[in-house]
């Protein structure tokens, strides 16, 4: 799996960060989380194919976080994007794409299908899930999760040993199933082992809320906004935002394993401030810059 940051700003792009954006590359899976003005460009300039993009999820309807949609659905329709577009968003997101996309003199956009989530579990397949939960900022908001499956890994060298080739008996032990084979029972442990799946965390504009802590619980990468250092907390306040040490004490409450800051005031030219000022209370910390990636 692989993560890269699109855009590390908030409120406007500076010279060196974009507005909100992080793409999530998994098998065949390219999810981008919020897509501000700009989105675009920056995938051009990461090398990623806009056709390749299978899920946008919005967190909610500030213009930071969806002006690069427009742009980026009007490139897809032209490059005839194959599939069914999936776009997710907090509710009255069908209301918002309606009205954006009826500011344009476009004919026809790319297939999509545009989901309404409230809370809990919206997408899974045999590989993983996703699931959001509200957080509260000015505007319906929601943070998001993908949760990879734990998947059982098989040791050909046990079963060679048991006589098993590459086939549907082993197919199905790597299912987890017990089967019989030459008149003996193998278990799936007799011949492989669980590798626990990855959890990745996305949450910005919100004020601290406990839902922010439920959602990140355990991740092991938690992305999140720290719009400010702690020293201006009264205007972290006043707009809905967190500061980078609130997003500290929320990694720490959710025992996440590393935590990323991003969505950062122009005021800010270096992430390092604010990477110190959560520091404080969580160290494993870092902040993005654009084009930032990460493997896990
Ligand atoms: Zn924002
Ligand atoms: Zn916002």
């Not at 890269?4 to 793409?23: D, S």
């Not at 080739?165 to 019989?180: C, D, F, H, N």
């Not at 669980?194 to 802590?213: L, M, Q, R």
């Not at 619980?217 to 500061?243: F, N, P, R």
Request: charged share 25%.
């Amino acid at each position: 799996m692989q993560i890269q940051f699109l855009g590390t700003g908030c409120m406007m792009p500076t010279k060196t960060r974009n507005l909100a954006g992080v793409l999530l590359s998994y098998k065949a899976e390219n999810i981008i989380f919020d897509c501000g003005e700009g989105t675009q460009r920056q995938l051009k300039i990461a090398g990623v194919k806009p056709g390749k993009i299978t899920k946008i999820l919005i967190s909610h309807w500030h213009g930071d976080h969806v002006l690069g949609l427009p742009g980026l659905l009007q490139t897809f329709s032209a490059s005839e994007y194959q599939g069914v577009l999936e776009i997710f968003g907090p509710l009255g997101s069908k209301k918002f794409f309606e009205h954006m996309m009826k500011g344009f003199a476009v004919k026809e956009i790319v297939d999509y299908r545009l989901t309404e989530v409230e809370s809990g579990k919206f997408f899974e397949n045999d590989d993983f899930y996703l699931e959001a939960l509200p957080m509260k900022h000015g505007a319906p908001c929601l943070g998001y999760a993908f949760i990879e499956k734990n998947r059982r890994r098989i040791e050909m060298k046990k079963a060679r040993k048991l006589g098993l080739k590459e086939g549907p008996v082993l197919g199905k032990l790597q299912r987890g199933q017990t089967v019989s084979f030459k008149g003996k029972k193998i278990k799936p442990d007799d011949v492989g082992f669980v590798v626990g799946g990855s959890k990745v965390v996305y949450i910005t504009d919100t004020e601290p809320c406990s839902n922010a802590v439920k959602l990140a619980q355990d991740a092991d990468l938690l992305i999140m906004e720290a719009t400010y250092a702690s020293d201006l907390q009264a205007k972290a306040d006043e707009y809905g935002h967190l500061t980078a040490k609130d997003s500290g004490m929320i990694a720490n409450q959710a025992g996440v394993k590393k935590l990323v800051l991003t969505h950062f005031s122009q005021r800010y030219k270096s992430g390092k401030i604010l990477e110190e000022d959560a520091r404080q209370v969580f160290d494993n910390t870092e902040a993005a810059e654009d084009f930032m990636k990460i493997r896990l």
